[in-house]
T-cell receptor
Framework: QKEVEQNSGPLSVPEGAIASLNCTYSDRGSQSFFWYRQYSGKSPELIMF????GDKEDGRFTAQLNKASQYVSLLIRDSQPSDSATYLCAVNRDNDMRFGAGTRLTVKP | KAGVTQTPRYLIKTRGQQVTLSCSPI?????VSWYQQTPGQGLQFLFEYFSETQRNKGNFPGRFSGRQFSNSRSEMNVSTLELGDSALYLC???????????FGNGTRLTVT
């Protein structure tokens, strides 16, 4: 079983729609959770992090964490073509951060 | 504040050779992590250093090694290169545990 699992996609949504990205993790002792965006040929850039159960909103982005279900999600509202990228879920325990394989999102104009 | 700096950006090596990659973290960041990224495997954790000590290690063979200096700069070394070592190697730094990682631009290694 992979430590961090994501649907590889591709996920395609129309411009202006909500994109929903999901991630599950296997280590119940995981302490912090992150979403990174990676454009082709570029390095990952941080979008959001969440430490506690519930929702955390930042602009058009909302991260959701459910530790009991070992589930993290990212919602992107009013999706834009510039949001087209690969989204990486990352889970950290004791300074050891592990990444999922990423979900490729395409936002069509 | 300057970001994470990795050098060189590109490398071409031959099978059997060895290579050393360098990473300078964000000023004040004492933790440095290294990852290998390939299209098939995604981001794979290599190791993490803090105050010159390796605290965590991923599942890579002993040909992959690293070190960290007193100024927090880090190097990773790959010996006896194999074709499968061709990848983007990413370095990331952070200032405290369980905080977000900040990535450098990576070193793209091609082994021929």
């Amino acid at each position: 079983q992979k430590e961090v699992e994501q649907n590889s996609g591709p996920l395609s949504v129309p411009e202006g729609a909500i994109a929903s990205l999901n991630c599950t993790y296997s280590d119940r002792g995981s302490q912090s959770f992150f979403w990174y965006r990676q454009y082709s040929g570029k390095s990952p850039e941080l979008i959001m992090f969440i430490y506690s159960n519930g929702d955390k909103e930042d602009g058009r982005f909302t991260a959701q964490l459910n530790k009991a279900s070992q589930y993290v999600s990212l919602l992107i509202r009013d999706s834009q073509p510039s949001d087209s990228a690969t989204y990486l879920c990352a889970v950290n325990r004791d300074n050891d951060m592990r990444f999922g394989a990423g979900t490729r999102l395409t936002v069509k104009p | 504040k300057a970001g994470v700096t990795q050098t060189p950006r590109y490398l071409i090596k031959t099978r059997g050779q060895q290579v050393t990659l360098s990473c300078s973290p964000i000023s004040g960041h004492r933790s440095v992590s290294w990852y290998q990224q390939t299209p098939g495997q995604g981001l794979q954790f290599l190791f993490e250093y803090f105050s010159e000590t390796q605290r965590n290690k991923g599942n890579f063979p002993g040909r992959f090694s690293g070190r960290q200096f007193s100024n927090s700069r880090s190097e990773m070394n790959v010996s006896t290169l194999e074709l499968g070592d061709s990848a983007l190697y990413l370095c990331a730094s952070t200032d405290r545990g369980n905080s977000p990682l900040h990535f450098g631009n990576g070193t793209r290694l091609t082994v021929t």
